[in-house]
């Protein structure tokens, strides 16, 4: 049994405008009270494009609602001649308490190397955000088996500078599952779950390995989360298309925690 709060995280990606928004997390604030999901049985947050943060703060904080709230990216300044870059600062002023760093999306389309991941993590820390590094291999390397020393390498080299993290949460992401529909067994969740952290008992301590929030991301739905979070090391899920629509992402929250 571990005292780690479940942590269900919603990625919009490029979904929702500002005005969508309010709708959305209002909904979702409703459906959360009629399912009776409190800030005690579960952290529940949304990731959100940076021009929805300023209403989303509005109404979390304007009406108290049990929700947390974040970015999906951020610079790794922290000010300065970096045009279309957002720093830390601005998004800690807006209350963020997290923001996702190292997405595979991100990876990607924005050629993001471990080193910039990890130079984005130092600058989250810096501002008192949370980040939710995201690691995970591709198709090639789970077929090769070479999954978790690809994985472990992420956290290894994302991490490198980072004496240890005042908070963090990681979230293995396997690229073949992100939007495909394909979700990894609940035992390919936790045999990763545990070799991160073991890797953090071993970078670090058994304390930062305790209390660091590990999550699965990859097609979780209402319908597979409760056994993907069967695994004592799997702490909530970083959920893509399943967080868009406010009564599935309830429903989800709903299956994952235990109550
Ligand atoms: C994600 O965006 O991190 C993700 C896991 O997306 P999906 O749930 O749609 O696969």
Not at 162 to 178: C, R, S
Not at 198 to 218: H, K, P
Request: charged content about 25%; some cysteine; proline content about 3%.
């Amino acid at each position: 049994m571990t005292n780690r709060l479940p942590l269900l995280a919603g990625n919009w990606k490029m979904h929702h405008d500002h005005l969508e928004a309010i709708s959305v997390v209002q909904k979702l604030a409703w459906a959360l009270r009629d399912a009776k999901i409190s800030k005690e049985s579960a952290q529940v947050a949304v990731l959100v494009p940076f021009t929805d943060i300023r209403s989303v703060q509005t109404l979390v904080q304007g009406d108290k609602l049990p929700l947390w709230y974040g970015a999906q990216d951020l610079s790794e300044h922290a000010e300065g001649a970096h045009t279309g870059d957002i720093s830390g600062r601005f998004l800690q002023q807006l209350g963020c308490e997290f923001v996702v760093v190292g997405h595979s999306e991100r990876r990607s389309d924005h050629h993001e190397d471990n080193a910039l991941v990890g130079r984005k993590v130092r600058a989250a820390l810096d501002h008192e955000l949370t980040p939710i590094l995201c690691v995970g291999e591709s198709l090639t390397e789970r077929e090769n088996g070479e999954h978790v020393a690809f994985t472990l390498r992420q956290c290894e080299e994302a991490l490198a500078e980072i004496d240890t993290p005042e908070e963090l949460v990681i979230a293995y992401e396997p690229v073949w599952a992100i939007g495909t529909g394909k979700t990894a067994t609940a035992n390919d969740a936790h045999e990763m779950a545990q070799e991160i952290r073991g890797w953090l008992a071993q970078r670090y301590d058994s304390s930062v390995a305790e209390s660091t929030r590990i999550l699965y991301g990859g097609s979780v739905k209402p319908e597979n989360v409760s056994e993907i979070m069967q695994s004592e090391h799997v702490d909530g899920a970083l959920v893509g298309g399943a967080s868009l629509d406010p009564d599935t992402f309830a429903r989800l929250i709903a299956a994952s925690v235990r109550l």
